[in-house]
């Protein structure tokens, strides 16, 4: 795919995508997600242990994309390269379910904040009936938007980004004035009811994950870059920023409220925590910027997600049908961003039907995408072994370990829930190995990752189905 220079994008835009991608519904309840696992100074190493291994992450992701400069399909490529086609795969197909899981579950969030107000209490949680039409109603709108042009939506998720760091620097610098350390020093390790400090941390950094998911979505769009250093930057960019918000409002808010009292908030528990500072107004902006945020969430992940599922569509080289492949004269990949869009509709129309709500959502979504990421990280230490270069070698096992304790937080539960989703993928890229006429697995490795992914599937539908 060729993308005229005058479109291309630059750092700026890239590292809001960046910032964008990260910042959507989940910091709004962070305070209370880690209050309710976690004591402060559990709190403080989860975030220790998170900061340093997306940090390695973030270099990974930069080193790929400078090191593999002629690979335009980001994530995907570079696992594509260092694994074979089928793994390259999986780490594409799971990165698309975990962002369209992503835009189900925002829009899950935006419609209980608007239930918030009293006048649209009728939207409750999220998953109501009204919700739900709401929900669909939005989620096409945007979808439309979309397909009348790729860079006309890159432009609106700038200013969007924009707007939604504004009620999220207002309550950093809110609870700053308003910190107590005594408040904060209250249950410091937690409660005996929390378990042991590791259980804690193990907890709390599944949310921590969850908050960073976007990290790397620079590298996606790799093919409408000005430049290979444009991705780089503005993934670096993206993490630095970030990483500064959610550290502040996480941590500071344990100056505002205890511990315990602040893991029972309701959520968006930033809005009852600035509440408690400058009173009910602070609550509603906070509110309002929540809305705001996700809706800009929104439109990044379904950007990402319909990308994600081009990349792997387009070229000689494809290995999901080439009719996910094609774009639109706007430049909108759109047979990929039709099937995202049905597939978000259906899945908010389930969570009405059997009330799953946000967190259930996430904990799916998060599971999906942490294989991808080891995925990457893995690659990256093969590559330093075979080079012998130290530096490499450093970032590339921090990353691996890493990927690794994420999938043991995030507990085997998800992990086998994942692998039927992993499961249907197969019949996707065996179709595409037809269209190609190729065999289904050109090497043994893929055969046999192909037979653990089902057998862990069918596994999964036993246990938690039959």
């Known amino acids: 795919m060729n993308t005229p220079t005058k479109t291309k994008l630059g750092i700026l835009p890239l590292t809001l995508l960046v910032v964008g991608s990260i910042v959507g519904s989940g910091i709004f309840s962070l305070p209370q997600n880690m209050a309710e696992a976690s004591g402060a100074g559990s709190i403080l190493i989860a975030w220790v242990i998170t900061l340093i291994g997306m940090l390695m992450l973030t270099r990974i992701f930069q080193y790929l994309s400078i090191r593999f400069y002629k690979i335009n399909d980001g994530l995907y490529g570079y696992v594509r390269e260092g694994f074979g086609d089928y793994i390259g795969f999986n780490a594409a197909w799971g990165y698309w379910i975990s962002a369209w899981m992503s835009c189900a579950s925002y829009l899950v969030i935006l419609f209980s904040a608007l239930g918030s107000f009293d006048c649209l209490s009728f939207f409750g949680n999220g998953t109501t009936l009204p919700a739900v039409m709401g ?33 999220i620097g207002l309550f950093i610098i809110c609870v700053i004035l308003a910190f107590k350390i005594d408040t904060f020093d209250t249950n410091f390790w937690g409660t005996p009811q929390l378990g042991s400090v590791i259980d804690q941390v193990k907890h709390t950094m599944l949310y921590t994950v969850w908050v960073y998911l976007g990290i790397e979505s620079a590298t996606v769009y790799a093919s409408r870059a000005k430049t290979i250093l444009s991705i780089s930057r503005a993934t670096f960019f993206g ?45 509603t902006f906070i509110n309002i910027g929540l809305i705001v945020s996700v809706s800009g969430g929104l439109l990044s992940w379904l950007l990402l997600a319909a990308e994600m599922l081009f990349l792997t569509g387009h070229g000689s080289r494809h290995t999901v049908p080439s009719y996910f492949g094609k774009i639109n004269k706007n430049g909108t990949p759109v047979n990929a961003l039709w099937l995202t869009t049905v597939l978000i509709s259906v899945l908010i129309i ?50 691996s370990i890493y ?36 065999p289904a697995f050109s090497f043994l490795h893929d055969k046999i990752y192909a037979i653990t992914i089902v057998i862990l599937g069918m596994t999964a539908i036993l246990y938690f189905y039959v």
Do not use: D
């Not at 009348?148 to 924009?162: E, Q």
């Not at 979504?365 to 450093?394: D, E, G, N, W």
């Open 403 to 438: 990927g690794f304790w994420l999938i043991y937080a995030g507990g085997i539960v998800y992990l086998l829930l994942s692998m039927i989703l992993y499961s249907v993928g197969l019949l996707f890229y065996l179709y595409a190995r037809k269209q190609r006429s190729l």
């Open 135 to 167: 929900g669909l109603l939005f989620l096409w709108i945007v979808h439309t938007f979309i397909l009348k042009g790729i860079y006309r939506a890159f432009l609106l998720n700038c200013l969007v980004t924009l707007a939604k760091i504004v009620p």
């Open 350 to 399: 389930l969570a009405h039907f059997y009330q799953s709500g946000y967190n259930t959502l996430i904990q799916l979504s998060t599971s999906m995408v942490l294989i991808p990421y080891l995925l990457s990280a893995l690659f990256v230490f093969k590559l330093a072994v075979k080079q012998r270069k130290t530096y490499l070698i450093f970032i590339g096992s921090i990353g």
């Open 239 to 283: 993490f630095a920023i970030t990483s500064l918000l959610l550290v502040c409002v996480s941590v500071l808010s344990l100056g505002i409220v205890p511990q315990q009292e602040l893991a029972e908030m309701k959520n968006p528990s930033m809005a009852w925590v600035i509440e408690r500072v400058v009173g009910s107004w602070g609550a």
